[in-house]
């Protein structure tokens, strides 16, 4: 009788690892498929799906810049507007960066076009330090941004949305963009007015 007892005990430990095996080997295998999946994944993009807007209305953007000066996107109205969602530890948003300043510099002058930024999830004393290194003399929303984020369907950053002079969202280009990028879309979008 003892014997049976210590043979059912014997078999305890070894099942243990068996059973540990089965948990562990399916959470190794997805583990590594999405390290795999983050390893092959172009710049810049995502996993998630933002909605289109494109050919829509651009949703209202209204608030205080980080100068403490008012800002509404309506007032934009006449010229194109360059609404960039950034963060200031963002990689990819440093990079793009003087492309928006040089974009800004050709075009704000003439008020052809002009960019907005929105701060995504950051500090101001962040958002200040970073436009003194990299320069841009824009509006710069830092506060309840959130909500604009939604609005626009951005769920990660840099996300620009191209706004037409007549309010309408051109299009919307995820991960960094450049001057000749935006003017392309501009020059496009124009070109389809004629």
Not at 22 to 33: E, G, K, S
Not at 77 to 97: A, D, I, L, M, Y
Request: aromatic share 8%; with cysteine; glycine share 8%.
């Amino acid at each position: 009788m003892n014997d049976t007892s210590d043979t059912s005990d014997a078999e305890v430990p070894r099942s243990a690892p068996v059973r540990a095996a089965w948990i562990v080997a399916p959470v190794a295998v997805v583990l590594v498929m999405f390290i795999a999946l983050l390893a092959t994944r172009e710049s810049g993009e995502t996993g998630f799906q933002s909605f289109n807007l494109e050919g829509e209305l651009a949703p209202p953007i209204v608030g205080v810049t980080l100068d403490g000066d008012t800002f509404d996107l309506d007032d934009e109205r006449g010229g194109f507007v360059v609404v960039n969602f950034f963060q200031t530890s963002c990689v990819p948003c440093r990079q793009e960066h003087p492309e928006l300043v040089a974009f800004h510099e050709t075009h704000a002058p003439s008020r052809f076009a002009t960019v907005v930024s929105i701060a995504f999830d950051d500090q101001p004393q962040n958002i200040r330090d970073f436009f003194t290194e990299f320069g841009g003399e824009w509006p710069i929303l830092a506060t309840d941004t959130a909500a604009l984020a939604v609005d626009y369907g951005v769920p990660l950053v840099p996300e620009s949305i191209l706004v037409a002079p007549d309010g309408e969202v051109i299009r919307k280009l995820r991960g960094g963009v450049t001057q000749s990028d935006l003017e392309a879309v501009m020059q496009s979008w124009l070109d389809g007015q004629a």
